[in-house]
Structures are given as C-alpha cells and as structure tokens.
C-alpha cells in the first residue's frame, strides 16, 4: 500500500497539503516500509491564481491509498477523497519514520474498516454483483 506524507523538511508531517514544499511516498506493508519517491514542490508554490497548483500534487499522490497532511483545504480534501485517497489531518508535526511505524503495527492486527477500504484501493473488486443481478433476473 502507497502511503504519501507532506512536509516542508522532509521528516515530518508538518505542511498543509497545497503549500506542501514536498511530498514523500512510501510502500507501506505489516513487515516493514520502503521509500518510494520524493516528490518537491520548492518553485511551483507562486503560481498565480490562474494555475491550479493542486494538480502537480494530486498527480504525485494519484496511486496512494492513504495521504498524511498538517491541513488540508475542503476543495483539495475533496479531490483526494474523489481520487479513492484517504487523506489524515495530524494534529500537530509528527516524525514520519514514527507513522510508518504505527502503520505497520496496525496492519499487523486487525485494521480498521476504513484502513481496509484503503488497502484495496488499486485492486480488483473481489465480488461482481452481475451474476447476482442475472440469478434475480433470470432466477
């Protein structure tokens, strides 16, 4: 599972997702984690307001399951959401090595219902609900 994290220094979750100087991306499973990509947004945070700076991000984050941020906005939180992202708002900075951590233990035992959503975000829907629609249709 693709976790993305945003931050300003690289160690901590500590950015609101539109101001993010850099987003980090890491493959998250019970065993352990791995980086993935580091994604930095340094010279592309004074767009005007014509340019739609979410859109750099959204696509760095387009194959996560889970989006850790300091803030997010409700439009952007929207278009997380509508990208299948389950985007978590960390009270205050937090270490990212810590997160993963706590990720992994949770993925150890039984994690919660929304997690599990999360997890399967990329893969195939287990059930097809056709051949029940074609057993009460032709029952």
Known sequence: MKVAFATQDKVRVDAHFGWAKSILCYDVTPEGSRFVEAFDFDGKLEEDGDEDKLAPKLEAIKDCAILYVAAIGGS?????????????????????????????DV?????????????????????????????????
């Open 107 to 139: 993925l150890k035992g039984t994690p919660p219902p929304w997690l599990r959503k999360a997890m399967t975000k990329d893969q195939p829907r287990a059930h097809d609900f056709d051949d029940e629609l074609d057993e009460v249709q032709h029952g």
């Open 76 to 104: 952007g939180a929207a278009r997380v959401v509508a990208l299948k992202i389950h985007p978590i708002k960390v009270p205050q900075p937090e270490v990212i090595d810590e997160i993963l951590l706590k990720l992994q």
